[in-house]
């Protein structure tokens, strides 16, 4: 269903005017409390001044990420850089300032780069630095956290104005944390979450069944859903669902049809298990008699049974497909892409990292138990590098980050770069993780960076502060000028962002391209799954063609084709397209005809590359468990630059830098290199209320398409074609 109902608009009506400022009270998401502010209390607030040569910085950055030019690979020292971009006038204007203000020079801290200036303020100096009143907020949808920001906007002295393009920790709000690793159990929270502010019951017919997440696992898929009891209402007693409400829930029936074999049918009858979940009764069921990577379609009607009345079956609820695959290892992952089992990085110069926000930390007993059950051997298993916090609890985000790109690339000295909040407001800012990377020495910096965080493209400078896009444009540039790969996840809500406010849409007006995705200085990875179904002809049910026997291949993730979420790609609203890529995306808008009047033709087009990003295996707390989301994608596509890198750095070769240029210059010339997906759509979102789908999306077509890139790596001719499409390398 593609629309709101009238009720469901009303709802979003109201949501979406709690999201305005009103008297100064309320800012995207974030109320302001009566709670007096201790003037003493610290703030933290980031001066980026304005760079210089950028048109320069700009044109050096194509030169030495081109594989055809003479440049090719040859970056610039930190001396170069700096002097290139550096802004010591500025620096020293604004600092000179602060001093005069009385600010401490102790708690001014400089970069290396010469063109930010982070300082540490209280509260009264901010108040009267910069004329404004600070106040604390907490945010409509996370009570527990907390904010220090002025309730209204502010003005540069005019003595650093011209010196300054953006200062963050005044007046920006940030959105809430949006990781990329999907879970059930952080499905059927953000899940739940939606429908609650949806108010997706109101309305339901009697003894109707609203399905919360299904998750499918081998042969078998774990059904949470919601009832509406037969007198109308929504129960209230967990423990006899519906008792009070016209009739107990009894049980649910589950009917489900194979949709490439229709007679292919299984049926389970089964007593709910029920509890409370924020608000709302939440109850389980597990259906079992799947086969494996074969789309179903589940039809779902709750018994009730009246005090003294005869039983009562509620309407059937038609469910989206799903497909129950087998859990993804180390060895199953290095065998889709052809990867020697004993595969290591050639040299321990090939180094890697995966950054990490929102207190998502990492176990090193898990990180270690994870290498004993996959049976993978590593040199560096004991050498993490840890940059910033790393503490209880641990984050199921950072395991899967750091277990697989370690994991796939063994032999890689890893750091862990873990970037700390100034508040218990977390904030996914990206940009200062690339100033703390760049301010390191250059032998700390790790040359492949994994990165699974992002948002809406249109919600970068709304939230965090107007030009903080641009400048992180600037910054990726700079670190690929160092010799820096930077990889990042490309969302896990279709093409739409279909994550409802207020980080991502909630309608189908248009699609919405994600950050840092539409950056063209980043390299994107989308994700796919596991199956032998990998050819579209697989799922004509009128053909008939029986598909199961054959290799296992790759399909995108999307809901349309049994999967709980889709994989994110499209075409950017505020970048436009990169130049590396415009022979392989004209040959897809060819094929797409009048469809292009939906999207921005002239926007880059993402993701760039893809790896499978489903049923991936972690062990969290001790325990294995199963993890999605383009967040495993992300660190498997890095883990196999990883080995490219260290290939290329015992002979003595430049380190990749930024791949992108090479990347489709390979797929250009040496096709092979890459597994192309053919199937997919990415027209839905993930599970929650309507809309889950759209009426329209992108198609998985030969070729490079948004929604795998250019496809899934063939490590042995990726990494031997590397080389050979480098003009001054040959």
């Keep these: 269903e593609s629309t709101e109902t009238p009720h469901h608009m009303f709802s979003l009506l109201l949501l979406l005017a709690a999201f305005a400022v009103c008297d100064g009270t309320s800012i995207n998401g974030w109320q302001r409390t009566s709670a007096q502010v201790d003037k003493s209390q610290p703030m933290v607030v980031t001066f980026f001044l304005q760079q210089n040569n950028l048109e320069k910085l700009d044109k050096m950055f194509w030169d030495v990420s081109d594989p055809d030019s003479d440049n090719y690979g040859k970056y610039l020292s930190d001396t170069e850089i700096t002097s290139l971009v550096g802004n010591p006038t500025a620096e020293k204007i604004v600092t000179q300032w602060l001093s005069e203000q009385d600010v401490s020079l102790n708690t001014i801290h400089r970069y290396r780069t010469r063109d930010a200036l982070k300082v540490h303020l209280s509260v009264e100096t901010v108040e009267r630095l910069f004329s404004v009143k600070v106040h604390q907020f907490k945010h409509l949808f996370a009570t527990n956290r907390t904010i220090l920001r002025t ?99 009894q049980a649910l029936t589950v009917y489900g049809r194979n949709m490439i074999r229709p007679h292919d049918t299984f049926q389970t009858e089964a007593q709910p298990d029920c509890a409370m979940q924020k608000g709302k009764i939440v109850c389980n069921v597990v259906a079992t008699g799947l086969k494996s990577y074969e789309p179903y379609v589940m039809e779902l009607s709750a018994a009730f049974m009246p005090s003294g009345g005869p039983p009562i079956n509620g309407p059937w609820f038609v469910t989206p497909p799903t497909v129950a695959t087998p859990w993804q290892t180390a060895d199953s992952v290095k065998a889709l892409y052809n990867i020697p089992e004993d595969e290591t990085v050639a040299t321990t110069d090939s180094t890697s990292s995966v950054g990490e ?138 093409a739409y962002d279909l994550g409802g406010p207020p980080m991502s849409a909630s309608t189908c007006d248009r699609p919405h391209a994600d950050w840092p995705s539409n950056s063209q200085h980043v390299t994107s990875v989308g994700a796919t799954f596991a199956t032998p179904f990998a050819e579209p002809i697989c799922y004509n049910d009128k053909i008939g063609i029986d598909c199961s026997g054959q290799p296992i291949r790759e399909a995108a993730v999307g809901v349309d084709y049994g999967m709980i979420w889709t994989t994110g790609g499209g075409f950017s609203n505020f970048t436009k397209r990169a130049p590396y890529q415009q022979k392989q995306v004209e040959h897809y808008m060819e094929k797409q005809g009048n469809f292009s009047i939906f999207y921005n033709k002239m926007g880059r087009a993402y993701p760039d590359v893809s790896a499978v990003g489903h049923a991936l295996t972690i062990v969290q707390n001790g325990k294995t468990m199963q993890v999605d989301g383009t967040s495993a994608s992300c660190p498997i596509f890095a883990a196999v630059m990883t080995l490219i890198n260290g290939q290329r750095l015992i002979r003595k070769l430049p380190p990749l830098g930024f791949a992108n240029p090479l990347l489709y210059k390979i797929a250009e010339m040496h096709p092979e290199a890459f597994n192309d997906v053919t199937v997919g759509n990415n027209r839905c979102g993930a599970f929650g209320p309507p809309p889950l789908c759209c009426p329209t999306g992108y198609d998985a077509e030969p070729g490079w398409d948004p929604l795998t890139g250019l496809g899934t790596p063939n490590y042995p001719e990726l990494k031997a074609a590397a080389n050979k499409v480098v003009k001054r390398f040959n």
């Design 357 to 494: 926000f929102e207190q998502q930390y990492y176990s090193q007993a898990d990180l270690e138990t994870w290498f004993q059950l996959m049976g993978v051997r590593n040199t560096q298993l004991k050498n993490v590098t840890v940059v910033g916090p790393n503490h209880k609890p641990y984050g199921d985000e950072a395991s899967l980050d750091i277990q697989w790109l370690m994991g796939l690339a063994p032999g890689s000295p890893m750091t862990y770069w873990s970037v700390k909040a100034t508040s218990t407001a977390e904030i996914d800012n990206i940009l200062e993780w690339g100033y703390q990377v760049m301010n390191a020495t250059k032998n700390k910096r790790p040359l492949i960076n994994s990165l699974s965080y992002g948002m809406t493209e249109v919600n970068v400078d709304k939230y965090l502060g107007k030009g903080y896009m641009a400048r992180s444009e600037v910054q990726f540039k700079i670190m690929a000028l160092s010799g820096l790969t930077i990889l990042i996840a490309d969302g896990d809500e279709g």
């Design 151 to 249: 309730a209204t906007p502010f003005s540069l002295h005019p003595h650093i104005r011209s010196h300054v393009s953006l200062v963050t920790g005044l007046h920006d709000f940030p959105p809430l944390p949006k990781t990329r690793a999907i879970t059930r159990e952080s499905l059927l929270n953000k899940a739940l979450d939606r429908h609650i502010m949806a108010d997706s019951m109101s309305g339901m017919a009697p003894g109707s069944v609203q399905l919360v997440i299904q998750f499918p696992d081998n042969h078998e898929v774990k059904i949470s859903f919601m009832v509406t009891c037969p007198n109308g209402k929504e129960p209230t007693d967990a423990n006899a669902v519906c008792a009070n409400e016209g009739g107990i829930l």
